[in-house]
């Protein structure tokens, strides 16, 4: 009645690395720039840059990027320096660890989770209390 409530990958900058829907790729990924996959992968990925996996995507992968929207399935961890978001449709098989997490209703998520946010004020708080 308000509006849609169903979210896309937004492209944040310019996009360097596609991996199309009917693509399969097996290896190592290590870049500076956005990375978008919307077909299978399977292996690590690590980038400077942000991460958008697609609806369909299929990826079985260490991944590190520094933000990453997530629609599609991972069997992996994930390390997201900033900003991890789930949308609706994501299927998450694996520990995370991001500075922020965003959860969207109707995702899936089957692992731990660690958050960084505020981790700074809790290890000066600790080193007060030991001395």
């Known amino acids: 009645m308000f509006g849609s409530n169903k979210k896309t990958l937004n492209t944040v900058g310019e996009i360097e690395t596609i991996i199309g829907k009917n693509t399969s790729i097996k290896g190592t990924i290590s870049s500076k720039g956005t990375i978008r996959i919307d077909g299978q992968f399977e292996g690590d990925i690590n980038t400077t840059g942000n991460l958008m996996v697609g609806d369909n995507a299929k990826i079985t992968a260490q991944l590190k990027a520094l933000n990453a929207t997530i629609a599609g399935r991972i069997n992996g961890n994930i390390d997201i320096s900033e900003k991890l978001e789930l949308l609706s449709n994501a299927q998450?098989?694996?520990?995370?660890?991001?500075?922020?997490?965003?959860?969207?209703?109707?995702?899936?998520?089957?692992?731990?989770?660690?958050?960084?946010?505020?981790?700074?004020?809790?290890?000066?708080?600790e080193e007060e209390n030991t001395q």
């Open 92 to 125: 998450i098989y694996g520990d995370i660890k991001a500075g922020i997490l965003m959860i969207s209703e109707g995702a899936i998520f089957r692992g731990v989770c660690e958050t960084r946010q505020g981790m700074e004020h809790s290890g000066a708080q």
